[in-house]
């Protein structure tokens, strides 16, 4: 494949995915994920895309570390990290509607068993995340009290 080719491919899936992100945004699922796979797409051709997934690394970086830095930090971001793979169940299971529910009846578990699949799954890669991040920062902590 030509260079040219290459880049009007990279382009042209980079910004697919970016709005397809944006739009999935706000619905259960990997909305954020899909846009900034996007982002670091584009990120290859667009200095303002670089800069812009530079600024998410960071703030994703200071976050994580900021959600393992006490025990009970840890023991909250665990626990909401199965909370969202729990949820995705609720939708696998797909209950009917309560007689509490006052919104209309389009807005009880929308988006059906996809929706259920993509949150047990942003769920565990969650988790993942939330344990690797523990692990390297309180290792980190660890190293330097036994070297400093």
Same mark, same amino acid.
């Given at each position: ?32 994920? *899909?846009? *900034? ?79 259920? *699949? ?31």
């Amino acid at each position: 494949m030509s260079a040219r080719l290459r880049g009007w491919a990279i382009a042209t899936l980079g910004w697919v995915l970016t709005a397809v992100g944006v739009v999935l945004f706000p619905l259960p699922g990997p909305g954020l994920l *899909v846009m *900034v796979i996007g982002l670091a797409l584009l990120a290859e051709q667009h200095p303002w895309a670089a800069r812009w997934v530079d600024r998410l690394k960071d703030r994703a970086i200071a976050g994580a570390r900021h959600g393992v830095a006490t025990p009970w930090r840890t023991a909250w971001s665990v626990l909401g990290s199965l909370a969202l793979a729990g949820s995705g169940l609720l939708w696998l299971w797909a209950p009917a509607e309560p007689s509490w529910w006052l919104l209309p009846s389009w807005t009880w578990l929308p988006g059906g068993w996809w929706a259920g *699949v993509s949150q047990i799954l942003s769920g565990l890669v969650t988790l993942a995340l939330v344990l690797d991040t523990y692990r390297r920062v309180h290792r980190g902590d660890r190293h330097e009290q036994l070297v400093g």
